[in-house]
């Protein structure tokens, strides 16, 4: 008889540390080679929301995993500055701040223009991993935009609510079992209040948008290793824009998941982590 999956959200205890005058809510979880990971920008995203279920079995094949709340998101304060350039220079911070000299960084969703700026601009930075995202102005089919501004729509579409938020959520995994009361309810806590309020604010700034790297850009001056992760069932951020990523990104290697949505480090917990660990390794 084969056991039922199951995924356990980490329990690890809510630390704090003040980066650019910001208090930042971060977890801190295992010990070895330092890992940065940053989370995306849906409604409720929170690293112990998006990384959850990934952050102990990933720490446990031998790193440190830091897992901030981006500023405006989770349980970090507000910012006046809105920005995805505020948001790469909060995670510079944070990296000295933690005394990382070597790291590598894992960017999921609104996380990957972050990731991809981090390996192009700190010399830190050792090896990123993007897991559904953008950041560089690759070509894609008007099939593959049309599912993305439909997804856009869904998510901003989102008013605060339990049922809204499972249906939300069920929207973002692929694997219907995995959306569980707990998941919903903390995404839900981390969708309202300032956080609510943080992410109309970001919906409605100019400031919010950055600059997509050029694939010319990329080709020229990107040297660090990357791993592109992408479910084969994401509809909002189709695979088809990882095929491009790979195609323009020197050296990259793209390692696709089969009954998988946005979320691989939910839905397929265990490769992921198998995948992630073991190119960091290599």
């Not at 505020?86 to 944070?94: C, N, T």
């Not at 593959?144 to 856009?152: D, I, K, N, T």
Request: include cysteine; aromatic fraction near 8%.
């Amino acid at each position: 008889m084969v056991a039922e999956a199951t995924r356990t959200i980490t329990q690890a205890p809510d630390l704090y540390a003040t980066i650019n005058g910001l208090k930042t809510h971060y977890l801190k979880v295992g010990s070895g080679d330092p890992i940065l990971i940053m989370h995306g920008g849906s409604p409720g995203a929170a690293a112990r929301v998006i990384y959850g279920a990934a952050i102990a079995p990933l720490a446990a094949t031998g790193f440190t995993v830091y897992a901030p709340d981006a500023p405006g998101f989770g349980l970090t304060d507000f910012p006046t500055d809105l920005s995805v350039r505020y948001r790469i220079e909060h995670a510079k911070a944070f990296a000295t701040e933690m005394g990382l000299n070597h790291y590598s960084v894992i960017g999921n969703s609104a996380g990957v223009a972050p990731a991809i700026w981090l390996g192009l601009e700190d010399p830190r930075v050792a090896n990123v991993v993007v897991i559904a995202g953008g950041g560089i102005d690759v070509p894609i089919s008007p099939e593959a935009q049309a599912s993305s501004r439909e997804h856009s729509a869904f998510l901003n579409a989102y008013t605060p609510g339990l049922e809204n938020m499972r249906t939300l959520t069920h929207g973002t995994l692929h694997r219907d079992e995995f959306v569980s009361d707990e998941l919903v309810q903390l995404r839900y806590e981390m969708s309202i209040g300032p956080n609510y309020e943080a992410r109309q604010g970001r919906n409605a700034a100019s400031t919010e948008a950055l600059r997509l790297l050029t694939p010319d850009e990329i080709k020229a001056n990107y040297r660090t290793r990357t791993l592109i992760c992408w479910g084969k069932d994401d509809h909002g951020s189709v695979i088809e824009r990882g095929y491009r990523m790979f195609e323009i990104i020197p050296g990259a290697e793209l390692h696709a998941f089969d009954n998988c949505g946005h979320w691989p480090m939910w839905d397929q917990t265990e490769r992921w982590v198998s995948v992630v660990s073991g190119f960091l390794k290599s």
